[in-house]
Structures are given as structure tokens and as C-alpha cells.
């Protein structure tokens, strides 16, 4: 987890992009962070990435906690809105990954709306089972024939680390993976109220909007997650 912020995100993304150099960017969360507990090949997705940012309250505790003072969240509806300024302002080829194409056509219409500028170049929404080799390769072709420079990735947690983990090198661009901002920017999905993010209780608000998809994940990662914490903290405090 980087101890990183919107303005040192967002610069890093861009001067990657410039160079059209493939980096991918994940936004950590507790539900990613109790999987790569679990899984050696998804801990292994997130050592890799060029940057992890503190999408939750928790972890920005966290890291302030074990004296990363100047930690702050880098959320990721936000953070996509910041990249798709500069984007816009330096003329850089966007696309996007994930989703459902509804979401998508959405999405994209109300960015165009409020970055009348940016140049959106590639979207498209995969099927929801895995991508044979051959449309797996049809694709990649297409984002990287499409020129894009930044691919903002929607497939949700942990798949979408996941997939760029798989594709770095492959796709000639910064991926981010942006998660759940699809549907918040398609307007889809309502967003918890900024005091409800600063406090830590999106989870909260996210449960009692879908329950029946977040109940186990909640249930089952955040008493894991507030233990583990604990006894990290208190580990670094008196050893």
C-alpha cells in the first residue's frame, strides 16, 4: 500500500502515459487486502502493480497508524475524474474496460458532458465468463490499435488486478482499476455521502444498497481485517 495522494496519483499516471509505458495501478481496499492474504497468486498481483492506493478509510488509518502521517484516501470515482482532467488538458487517448455496455454508454456520456475535450478512443464491456485465448487477444489488439494511453479497468475486485496483472506488457498503456466508479459515473449506482466516506462507513452504506452481493464479503473480511490490524499495530508499537 502506497502512501500516495490525488495530486502524486494523477502525475505519475499521466507522465507513464506520455511515455506510453504499460504500468497498471491498483486501489486498495480491505476486501483486496484480506484476498491477497488468501491467495499467493492475487498477493503476487499486487506486488507487482506500479502503485496501490489507499481507496478506504481503513487502510489510510492504517497507514498513518504505522507513521505514514501524510496518508490520505485516493478514491476511486475521484481519482478517475482527476486523471480524465489532465488527460483531457494534454490530449491523452483514453479507454475503457469492464462493466456492461449500459454502464458503459452511460458512463461515457456523462464524462463527455463534463470533459467536453477528452478523447475517448476504445470502450467496451466483456462477456461475464472468461475470454477464450483468442477473444482475449482480439481485444488486447484493439485497445492497443485504438492508441489508447489510459485504460481505466471496471471488472470489480479482485479480477480486475487481476487481469492487468496479466496484461502488463501486453496492453501499451496505464491500466487503473477503478472498480465500482463505472457504475457510480454512469449514475447506476448511488454513492455513499462524503461524511459517510470520511468516517469509514461506506461499507455501511454499500451493504445496505446491494446486501445480498456485499453481506458474506463484509461478514466474512472485515473482523478478520480489524484483528489482523490490531495486532500489526501492536506489533510495530512494542517491537
Known sequence: MDATSYEDATERIVLWARRSESRYVCLGVVASVMESLDSPSYHAALEA???????????????????????????GPDLTLAVLKQAEAAGIPIGFYGSTSEVIEHMVRNLRRRF??????????????????????????????????????????????????????????????????????????????????????????????????????????????AVLAVAQILRARFT
Open 116 to 225: 467536453p475535450g477528452v478523447r475517448v478512443v476504445f470502450a467496451e464491456a466483456p462477456p461475464f465468463r472468461p475470454l477464450t485465448p483468442e477473444e482475449d487477444e482480439r481485444t488486447t489488439s484493439a485497445i492497443n490499435a485504438a492508441g489508447v494511453r489510459i485504460l481505466f479497468v471496471g471488472l470489480g475486485t479482485p479480477k480486475q488486478d487481476r487481469w492487468m496483472h496479466a496484461h502488463r506488457g501486453r496492453v501499451q498503456a496505464v491500466m487503473l482499476g477503478v472498480g465500482a466508479a463505472f457504475d457510480f459515473l454512469a449514475g447506476m449506482k448511488p454513492q455513499a455521502p462524503r461524511w459517510m466516506q470520511r468516517s469509514g462507513l461506506e461499507w455501511l452504506f454499500r451493504l445496505a444498497t446491494e446486501p445480498r452481493r456485499l453481506w458474506r464479503r463484509y461478514l466474512r473480511q472485515n473482523p478478520r481485517f
Open 49 to 75: 502493480a506500479d502503485l496501490v492506493t489507499p481507496d478506504g478509510m481503513p487502510l489510510v488509518w492504517m497507514l498513518r497508524w504505522l507513521g505514514a502521517r501524510s496518508a490520505t484516501r485516493v478514491y
